[in-house]
């Protein structure tokens, strides 16, 4: 067997299409319909640089072929802010070490950055558990320790009304758009992702310094738009005050899978209903999109901390089916020692 050479993939190398497609299976073969980035988002995102979050490809060459997919991403050069890795082996190639080379080069690449934090994912399907997978035993070998495990939940679509409930919340107003917010509701829209990056659980991980202004939020609402990302949006105010968000991703390239982002409803406003009544609004909206764009949609895809409690309790009202587990890893660096065969 000829020997491994990792090598960064560009944006314009034919290698990308190999790289997204060894990605693409490693991650949701054996898995029931699960979102992944296409090929278009992955293309638009690379060729167009972030203003502060990095991506790197690196693919593991060897004979000529794809053996193996990495991506570094993060704030790179930040060396506070933890780095995030994703790593996947061919079929053909799992066994004979190169996810172990793949995930020493990105200890390497991370250290010779500054960064002492190094985190990824690895999901696994309903009823295995975590330790019994190639992927459970690689992080453990890899000196990964879990921080946070997420339910991976999927809601068919159409969706027939399950769950929602008549408002009864005086003073509670609903305002629903497909795309860029509008402008009478930026302050608020922004005001609301940044607590949403504060609230979200994250378990024992370190949690990343992200703050969200106006400016950076038209920036995201710019990329996602140029990169096929359609959003469904709906915000709550009660008594004029903003209390709440949520939105839905529809990926126009390939709409199976819609991915339901956030859902956010602050503390002093909860046990009121608005949560259900965020989630049947923007549920509607979806539902209101272009035909070519809904007669394709099977999936709402959502995410949901085990401990999060009443966002457990929300989901389960509106058909949300358990059908698989995210599990969230961190290891500090440089100490940290590659002994994984994978």
Known sequence: MNALEIVHVSPTSALLHQWHSVMRTAYTDGHDAMWWESLPQLQHSVTIPHSRRSRYLF?????RWCAGALEIAGQVDHPA???QIELGVARDHQGNGVGRELASYAVGFAVGHGHTTLQTEVSVPVGQALESTRSGLFLARA??????VEDRLLLELPWDGR???AASCPGLVLSSWVGACPGEHEIAWSAL???MEEDVPIGGLTRSNTTVDIARMREGEQRSAARGWLLVRTMASLHGAPCGYTELMVDIHDPALVVQESTLVERAARGRGIGNALKSANLRRLAELPNDLVSRMEYVQTYTAQQ???MQRLNEQFGFVRVGTLHDAEQQLPDAAIAADN
Not at 59 to 63: E, Q
Not at 143 to 148: A, D, M, W
């Open 81 to 83: 802010e933890p780095v």
């Open 163 to 165: 769950g929602e409930r």
């Open 193 to 195: 992702e940044q607590q």
């Open 143 to 148: 000196g990964f320790t879990v921080g946070n």
């Open 308 to 310: 999060n409690a009443p």
């Open 59 to 63: 693919a593991a060459m060897r004979d």
